[in-house]
């Protein structure tokens, strides 16, 4: 299981989950990919210089690991080959939702065809820029009877709520943020989680985080600098420093700075996130 929260900051979308991969109560790896970007690719005879690059969404899954992978795997391989005969305009990020959900039902109603006892189930996430700020939809696969399954796209309210949990560990996580507050101190995403991921009760919650930002410019996955209370920094990708895969020609690979995540407001180191990104607390 996962535990993903997500939440507004300024006018930027943050979404980070833990990176532990486990199979039953045992630890499969604790570097594990949870969030993706999603690449929106729109093709036309129209379009003369060739297909267009729109701003990636972003995609998170709890649950059924094999039928998140999957589902990931379909709903990119389609929308980055959008095609229509006419000038094609980018699809709503609604819309996106909706097509992870029908890739999501189709997934694991396959696997369930194998393996009946397999419910196969998780919840969704689907986040992307649309007009004048970010956007995500949640979705989570039941079964109806039998073989049949559905999957029903909400729009995440974050002016009601502040923060969205989804996932395994989403009670400790709040009961965390409930403590902060009646000791006069606010909370963070990156302490709450850290909560589940210290709680001995969640074992399938654990490993290091993962982060993305969606911004007007599209979704980017970034390298995570960790802050603990006593200010010493654990920086990495999903768990693993990327220092050791070396240069990709005279390109610095997670160039673009990281995201500074702690238990406390921290202030940026160069090349990470603008002011609030990623210690905003919950909720605003």
């Known amino acids: ?3 993903v929260l997500a939440w507004l900051s300024n006018d930027a979308l943050c979404v980070i989950a833990d990176t532990r991969l486990s199979a039953g109560h045992k630890v499969s790896v604790d570097a594990a990919p949870k969030i993706y970007a999603v690449p929106i690719v729109l093709h036309s005879p129209i379009l003369t210089d060739g297909p267009l690059r729109c701003a990636p969404m972003g995609f998170t ?24 005969e006419d000038e094609p ?20 109603e396959e696997i369930r065809s ?6 196969a189930s998780f919840e969704g996430l689907v986040f992307g820029w649309e007009g004048e ?11 109806v009877h039998g073989p049949k399954a559905i999957a029903q796209v909400e729009l995440m309210d974050f002016t009601k709520f502040g ?27 990156y302490s709450a989680l850290q909560a589940v991921i210290a709680d001995e009760h969640e074992p399938s919650v654990g ?5 993305a930002i969606t911004t007007q410019y599209g979704t980017e996955l970034k390298a995570v600098l960790e802050v603990n209370e006593f200010g010493q920094a654990f920086g990495g990708f999903m768990g693993a420093g990327g220092g ?22 921290e202030k940026n180191v160069e090349g990470s996130c603008p002011a609030g990104w990623c210690n905003s607390g919950y909720p605003r």
């Open 163 to 189: 923060m969205y949990a989804i996932g395994k560990g989403h009670r400790i996580a709040q009961a965390h943020i409930e403590s902060e507050w009646q000791a006069n101190r606010k909370a963070t995403a």
């Open 61 to 84: 899954f709890a649950g059924h690991t094999a039928a998140g992978h999957m589902t990931n795997a379909l709903a990119t391989a389609g929308l980055q080959a959008l095609r229509s």
């Open 207 to 211: 490993g290091s985080l993962q982060c």
């Open 114 to 119: 194998h393996y009946p006892a397999d419910l």
């Open 1 to 3: 299981m996962t535990l």
């Open 244 to 265: 050791h895969l070396g240069m990709i020609g005279d390109l610095v690979p997670f160039g673009s700075g990281p995201v500074v995540l702690g238990p406390r407001r």
């Open 133 to 143: 700020g970010p956007l995500a939809y949640s979705f989570e696969v039941a079964w």
């Open 89 to 108: 305009r980018a699809p709503k990020v609604e819309q996106v939702a909706n097509y992870f959900a029908r890739c999501a039902v189709s997934v694991v």
